[in-house]
């Protein structure tokens, strides 16, 4: 029975559902700290498993300095990378400013955590949140010194229980050592750059200086260098190392290590002023000469496997020739011929092994005088200029729109879609030409016509297809300038006509195909690869590119070698040339480029300076020819005990000779020109089944014959017929207009006297014609016989005889004309479709 009124019966309602909701809170509650305490028993648990297994460390493992070693191709041992000749500095010799500027970079609670600190732990993944990726790592100098010591192992091997090992070795390694004794070992570890190892060899060698006489810039720059020595080297990247310099001493100032005065005198110091010359024991002539290769090497296994060679104690074996990459260190610097005329001109050079994508040498400057210097080979952001041709319009157009290498294009006066102009090299225009002629020629307006045609959109799927990626209006994009320029590395320019030599296969480029690591882990490498472009495209721009060394490239041409390959240059603005002091009746340019390729390898080389804009560093028309010579030198060397062998032509592709600049092509016809023939290439089934007419001779008509019928006043006229087959017909014109056309052999002509008649009579087939035999009538003389004769483009009616018969209407009558006609042979005089 229900009792008391609706609100009454409501207000209990509500009273009775609250302890409901609070007692549904603490299930909640409770059941969430129960998750949490068995997570943590499980977090634990498995902690506690995978410290129990982990490795032991030793005072020596600790004190010691792994080494990694340097393999070549035929697995010979050609460096070692460790700390052999470093001075060990005790917990004694930490100067306060070293350590001061260290832990402010690195572990600024390094004195008050027990070797792992959990705080900085939740602020550097906070940190890592916030950015969306890894910006900062919870690791404290004691976990560095562990891995440093003993986790050199591949990128599989950084899991949850190798973070564990790592922490628990830690903690253990904070009881038995106090943190002054720590921060040494920590400080004998690590490296500098340019081979040196130990916070101690550093000071000497970069400052010439013990440990206790470094400055505050000195030790702001020793404690900057570890995270990236090679990149921020201060011998070959001042810059990158003052950067790196300066915001230790920020941190420094923040954190109130340093103050104001201290801070600027400091970051004034120029990094120039307090580095002393590196010496022979520190930089050899092996490291000079493998420099930009072993550049490449530590980059690739930081990649792939997360592991830095100079600490990890690797085995690293590479695709590195020791002989060509000392060949190729001697010809830039003068050894095999006076290549080069000064010491300041820059080179880079990359030479690709066409079969694996192996990079055989590597060159990344010359003159240089540090390890891990500048590496222009795999860094340099320059034009390539007309290189780029094969690979941004002419190859996009074969591939996507069937080309064929006799294609028409017309060199002419030319704009760019908004109007601006573009000019070839010489400033001149060659009118038609086939896309085989204007490639090997380095035509600029065939080029962005080709680009125009196959659409921009197209190309750069083209070349992201070989790793290019072209920057414009910065975003990745191409534009039409890229026809005939654009940004890209030797090793990327030579992947790329490796991808040519190698039927249209790219392989990214790798210098590294084996590392064990420390822990005995093998890992194996081979080139990633893909059909980048058809074996046709691939194949056509070979057959081109033949003509260029000799014809167009003088200096890069090798007697008995097949090989290919494309020139390059740049141009300066008119206010650069104006910046240079020179005006443009003199030849400049900024950077010389040659591309070529054998079935075997491919070879890029570059020269020019690093700042083209200083007086004097341009290059002159001869030597924009350098990279023709390093080119010589190297391919002839490379390939002195390698058969000659050539490309095959693949089974996509024909052959079929053609009359040139015809459109769409056409076959030649009997009487086109020698010099308008040639042999040209197309993707299998499209070559041209019609012949041209614009030479095709035609036989004049035969037994053309005219009679003169009195009674009915007609010119009776009849010829041969055509044979049963022919698709041409007949054309007969009086006195130069036409009366009739068709395949008739006969027709009358009213011709009432007196009166002056011409009959013309041709064959006519399409837009191709014969000569035209002609017959006069003049019935006003005493003549009584037609005139038959030939008549072509160039011969004019005054030229022919004429034939007189009596007027009918005169008092003396004759009987009608009967007699033959002579028949006279057709001569083709000249070569014209139209007379």
């Known amino acids: 029975m229900v009792t008391g009124s609706r609100v009454e019966r409501n207000q209990y309602k509500k009273r009775s559902q609250k302890p409901n909701k609070k007692r549904w809170i603490k299930r909640i509650i409770i059941f969430m700290i129960g998750l949490g305490t068995l997570l943590l028993l499980a977090g634990g648990g498995l902690f506690t498993y995978y410290a129990m297994s982990a490795p032991e460390i030793s005072k020596e493992d600790l004190r010691g300095q792994v080494s990694s070693k340097i393999f070549d191709r035929e697995g010979q041992l050609i460096k070692s990378l460790g700390g052999q000749n470093r001075d060990l500095m005790s917990a004694e010799e930490i100067p306060s400013l070293l350590s001061d500027a260290v832990l402010a970079i690195e572990d600024a609670r390094f004195f008050k955590h027990n070797g792992v600190d959990p705080i900085r732990i939740l602020g550097a993944a906070f940190a890592n949140l916030q950015a969306g990726n890894i910006q900062q790592g919870g690791s404290t100098i004691t976990q560095q010194l562990v891995k440093l010591s003993v986790f050199s192992t591949d990128f599989e091997d950084q899991t949850l229980e190798r973070k564990a090992q790592e922490a628990w070795l830690s903690l253990g390694i904070e009881q038995e050592y106090d943190k002054d004794e720590i921060l040494a070992l920590y400080l004998n570890k690590l490296f500098y750059s340019n081979n040196v190892y130990g916070a101690k060899t550093a000071a000497k060698t970069f400052f010439g200086k013990e440990l206790n006489e470094i400055n505050l810039a000195e030790a702001a720059l020793l404690a900057g260098l570890p995270q990236a020595p090679s990149q921020n080297d201060p011998y070959a990247f001042p810059e990158n190392a003052k950067e790196r310099r300066d915001l230790v001493l920020d941190v420094m100032l923040n954190r109130k290590m340093i103050n104001e005065e201290e801070y600027e005198s400091a970051v004034n110091t120029p990094i120039a002023d307090m580095l002393q010359p590196l010496n022979e024991d520190t930089v050899s002539e092996t490291d000079l000469i493998i420099d930009a290769y072993l550049d490449n090497v530590a980059q690739e296994v930081q ?12 085995e690293v074996y590479t695709n590195i020739d020791m002989n060509a990459q000392k060949h190729l260190y001697e010809t830039v610097h003068n050894k095999h011929g006076q290549i080069f005329p000064n010491d300041t001109m820059q080179t880079a050079v990359s030479i690709i092994d066409v079969d694996t994508g192996q990079l055989y040498a590597l060159l990344g400057g010359r003159n240089q005088e540090v390890a891990m210097g500048l590496n222009r080979a795999s860094t340099l952001n320059r034009s390539v200029g007309s290189t780029i041709k094969p690979l941004s319009a002419y190859g996009p157009a074969i591939e996507y729109l069937n080309y064929s290498t006799g294609q028409l294009v017309v060199d002419e006066e030319y704009q760019y879609t908004n109007g601006d102009e573009i000019y070839n090299y010489d400033f001149d225009y060659k009118g038609k030409q086939t896309i085989r002629e204007a490639l090997s020629g380095s035509r600029n307006i065939p080029a962005l016509k080709m680009l125009q045609k196959v ?36 090793i990327q320019l030579s992947a790329a006509y490796a991808t040519i030599a190698n039927y249209g296969v790219y392989q990214q480029p790798y210098t590294v195909n084996k590392v064990v690591t420390q822990a005995g882990t093998v890992q194996e490498f081979k080139a990633e690869e893909r059909q980048a472009m058809k074996d046709s495209t691939a194949y056509m721009l070979i057959d081109i590119l033949k003509g260029v060394p000799g014809d167009f490239a003088a200096a890069a041409d090798i007697n008995g070698l097949h090989h290919a390959g494309k020139t390059g240059t740049t141009n300066y603005t008119k206010d650069q040339l104006a910046q240079l002091g020179i005006d443009s009746s003199t030849y400049a340019a900024p950077d010389g480029w040659y591309a070529g390729i054998s079935p075997q390898f491919a070879v890029t080389s570059w020269v020019g300076y690093d700042n083209p804009l200083e007086a004097g560093n341009y290059l002159s028309l001869e030597e924009t020819r350098i990279p023709q010579e390093i080119y010589h030198e190297m391919m002839s060397f490379l390939m002195k005990d390698v058969p000659k062998t050539d490309w095959k032509m693949p089974d996509s592709v024909e052959q079929a000779e053609i009359e040139k600049y015809t459109d769409p092509i056409k076959k030649p016809s009997a009487s086109t020109p020698k010099d308008l023939r040639s042999k040209e290439l197309f993707i299998k089934g499209s070559q041209p089944a ?5 030479y095709r001779a035609i036989e004049a008509p035969k037994g053309f014959d005219a009679s003169y019928d009195q009674v009915t006043q007609e010119i009776v006229s009849n010829w041969q017929a055509l044979p049963d087959n022919s698709t041409a017909h007949f054309e007969l014109t009086l006195n130069g207009t036409l009366i009739y056309s068709g395949k008739d052999t006969s027709y009358r002509v009213s011709a009432p006297a007196p009166g002056y008649y011409e009959l013309g009579l041709k064959i006519v087939d399409g837009s191709v014609s014969s000569d035209t035999l002609i017959i006069t009538f003049d019935l006003s003389t005493e003549a009584n016989e037609p005139n038959t004769t030939s008549l072509d483009s160039t011969t004019s009616t005054e030229e022919t005889s004429t034939t007189s018969v009596e007027d009918p209407d005169s008092s003396s009558t004759t009987d009608p004309i009967e007699s033959t006609i002579p028949q006279t042979s057709v001569e083709n005089l000249i070569n014209n479709p139209n007379p």
Do not use: C, H, W
């Open 455 to 490: 659409g921009l959109d197209k190309a750069y799927s083209f070349l992201q297809k070989m790793d290019i990626n072209l920057m414009n209006n910065d975003q990745r994009e191409l534009v039409e300038s890229n026809a005939i320029g654009g940004e890209m590395t030797p």
């Open 690 to 694: 019609q012949v041209s007419d614009n």
């Open 303 to 314: 990649d792939k496997m997360n592991l830095n060679i100079f600490t990890d104690g690797l």
